[in-house]
């Protein structure tokens, strides 16, 4: 078994702001060498996210929309004694800092309409780092 790793590095403009890695993940597993295994996409950081959907600005809107009404950043959390971004920690919590892709013949395994996104949850800009590790044969 082989196992590969990369970090990307890159920076951010803020609070739910979206970062497209497909291309960037698809090119590490096609230099990775390996051809049946898995790549896993994981952000170190309680505040950042990744997520599978659909590049198409309309969803990519509601996502956003969605986030902010589902968790929104004006109640009054107990974390902000200390910082002014609970809900960030919150909402990266329901989200999830990492995801998994078959690899098959080389290639990431997605749907058609699933791109990779590293999404920012903090309320400022933020130079972020996404560790990509394919494991297989």
């Known amino acids: 078994m082989k196992i590969v790793k990369k ?6 403009k803020g609070e739910i702001d979206l970062v497209d890695i497909t291309r960037e993940v698809e090119l590490f597993v096609a230099e990775s060498g390996i051809s049946q295994g898995q790549v896993l996409i994981f952000v170190p950081g309680a505040t ?15 996502f956003k929309r969605w986030l902010k009404e ?8 107990l974390h902000n004694r200390f910082d002014d ?4 920690h919150i909402r990266a919590t329901l989200l999830g ?8 013949d080389g ?13 920012e949850l903090d ?9 990509l590790q394919a494991i297989g044969e």
């Open 48 to 62: 950042g996210a990744v997520i599978a959907i659909e590049h198409e600005e309309g969803l990519l809107e509601d």
């Open 123 to 131: 309320t400022r800009p933020r130079k972020r780092r996404v560790i």
């Open 70 to 77: 589902i968790v929104p950043k004006e109640r009054p959390y």
């Open 97 to 104: 800092p990492s995801l998994v892709f078959p690899i098959i």
């Open 85 to 88: 971004n609970a809900h960030s």
């Open 107 to 119: 290639e990431v395994m997605r749907g058609t309409w699933q791109q990779i996104f590293f999404v």
């Open 7 to 12: 970090e990307l590095h890159f920076s951010t």
